[in-house]
């Protein structure tokens, strides 16, 4: 079978792929769309389906382009974690992707995939973040205004969910962006707390406007972050399912440490800074 029809069989995913596995160079996967955010969206999707089906935790760490007679090849690689019988395995994996078809110059490589949030000014999300990655938008501000949008992201056993909303009070936050965000900081936790009462505080940190707290209830990790940008406020919740894998746990503090760097380092421009 096709790669492209097992991963519309398996995940009922339509990518715009045909050609090999990707395992070498020697049999690509071949892009087969022009528009360079398609093919750059085509690769994580691909990364995501092949890698996600073993359970793996993984995340995107280059593109190089390699020499071949094949065409235009360039290696996808990814840094993987998993647990084979009692030890856990960390490694680079690769696959390969014939990008001849993509409308981009010679000297560059393709783009980082982007998932616009609406209604906010150019404002955007990668489509990864740390371990993490993007399942899903809703806009839930044409029904409830002052709520923006929500962004879900998700690994083996784990969910996140970030927020970016106003409450209708965007000047306010613009003029005392510290002082705002510790009352719905707190009343986030007050929120958590009120649904989840077994939840026991595990470690509070602040710091660069970022106010973060984990918690634990038996085998369950959760996170709250709530944090000011450029009028906005952002909150993070993130659920692991599996806080006895302590591999899981530090993808979970690695991912949330990622994206408090993003909001500390304060930049409004048309996207969240890196």
Not at 53 to 62: D, K, L, T, V
Request: proline fraction near 6%; include cysteine; glycine fraction near 8%.
């Amino acid at each position: 079978m096709e790669l492209k029809q097992m991963l519309l069989d398996d995940f009922g995913k339509n990518l715009p792929i045909d050609g090999g596995f990707g395992a070498s160079i020697d049999e690509p996967i071949r892009i087969t769309t022009t528009d360079p955010f398609q093919a750059a969206l085509a690769q994580l999707e691909v990364a995501r389906c092949l890698y996600g089906i073993r359970g793996w935790y993984w995340r995107a760490i280059g593109r190089m382009e390699r020499e071949s007679d094949k065409g235009r090849i360039e290696k996808f690689s990814s840094e993987v974690k998993y647990i084979e019988g009692d030890d856990l395995i960390t490694e680079k994996r690769n696959y390969y992707f014939d990008i001849g078809s993509v409308n981009i110059p010679n000297d560059q490589q393709l783009p980082e995939v982007r998932i616009p949030l609406p209604g906010f000014g150019g404002l955007s999300l990668p489509w990864e973040i740390g371990w993490y990655h993007f399942d899903y938008l809703s806009d839930n501000e044409a029904e409830h205004p002052g709520l923006g949008v929500s962004v879900a992201y998700s690994a083996p056993q784990a969910k996140m969910m970030i927020y970016a909303y106003d409450k209708t009070i965007s000047e306010k936050i613009k003029d005392d962006p510290d002082g705002s965000a510790k009352l719905e900081y707190l009343q986030a936790l007050s929120d958590f707390e009120s649904m989840n009462p077994d939840a026991k505080p595990l470690r509070e940190h602040e710091e660069g406007g970022v106010r973060l707290r984990f918690y634990e209830s038996g085998e369950i990790l959760s996170a709250v972050l709530v944090a000011p940008f450029d009028g906005l406020f952002f909150k993070l919740r993130l659920t692991l399912e599996a806080s006895n894998e302590p591999f899981m746990v530090d993808c979970a503090w690695f991912t949330v440490a990622t994206f408090a760097g993003m909001l500390s380092a304060g930049d409004a421009g048309e996207s969240l800074p890196h």
